[in-house]
């Protein structure tokens, strides 16, 4: 199977994490299936995802609860909690979101944790299809320093390639477009009381093997980031879109910081391998959040950081996971998630890079192939200012027609120079042919 067949153009959709946390529920699942099928489906936004601890009945924030009981299969399989996703009460797991989710044209994805529940090891389930229990393959020195549901899996033992083959052909069988693995693109654990930090390359060449046997063509997805660079063959290679941040939240200090990661990071983009930049946090975010003691709340992000940002992911050609409530999305944060101009920079650029750093000005520069170039302009210091870039440094010579792509309005023409003004930390982006 061709991994990168399944995410020709970056993945764009919604995940329930910077709204409900570990929370969210069936019906809220739903009404933003709905929601997005109604008004979001036709500018490319397909998936919807349920993030972390779906499995937790008693779930309520983005706190986890250390060792709660958790919904499991006699295979040590995690399954839906009925009380949060009653149709999953018949054992049918999300076959039903799943399918209502289709029947509307769009995508279903889930969060999982790497590795086999700590419960199941307790238990010593038998691993299905599988002469290896889980006490077998479970490697009860890999765990998570944040998150108490699961040990790592040892990929030297046989068991761990069965335990993942087992869970693929379950949500296979659900009907699962996306996983996203978390705990896995960087391992953050935990030895004597001492944090430390690795690769997890090991499960996920377990989770690939597992994907390709599947039957069914499944997105896979990594967290949490900052990815390590010098793993760039190997994730290429294995999955299609990982994390190269920590979670992202509503502030001008994460916008600044992926900057850098995306200029690091950009020689790596082609059809099928994305760097990822993280969840979208515009409008109505953390419903049930309590995320660096912020509760429920508008992104605080200014208008101009949240073009900034949106322009930024998409010339970098970054996976698009909105974070919102979308039901009371408000006209603006509509009008910013809609602008098909700016959204088909992730379907036809390519070659984005970064082309000039100043103190006051970031620029980058994509092109198609029918001879446009994309240039954005990001103004990252703390007042208006105006700036005249010559073509030369654009890499650029002759005349232009300039095409504000945020404004959807022809700008004239330009040569020599191009002269541009913006409000603090905002963005600007032009189409030049």
Known sequence: MNKNACAQTPPMGWNSWDCYGASVTEQELRQNIDYMAEHLKSHG???IVCDIQWYEPTANSSHYHKFADLCMDEYGRLCPAPNRFPSAADGSGFT??????HEKGLKFGIHIMRGIPRQAVSQNVKIKNSIYTAREAAHPSSICCWNTDMYGLDATKPGAQDYYDSILELYASWGVDLIKVDDICVKYGQIN????????GDEIQLLRHAI???GRPVVLSLSPGPAMVEQAEHLRKNANMWRITNDLWDSWENIMEMFARCHQWSPYVSEGCYPDCDMLPVGHISIRGCEHGLGERQSRLSRAEQRTMFTLWCI??????????LTDMDEWTKSLVTNDDVLGLLKKSRNA??????YDLIVWKAEDNENNSYIAFFNITNWKETFRISLEQLELEGRYCVYDMWRQAECGDCEGSLSVSLDSHDAVLYRLN
């Open 353 to 358: 890079r970064q082309i000039l750093r100043t």
């Open 316 to 325: 970098f050609r970054s996976p698009m996971m909105l974070g919102c409530e």
């Open 212 to 214: 390709d046997k599947c």
């Open 96 to 101: 039903k979101i799943a399918a209502y989710a």
């Open 45 to 47: 936004w397909e998936y």
């Open 193 to 200: 009381n001492e944090s430390t930090l690795a690769y997890g």
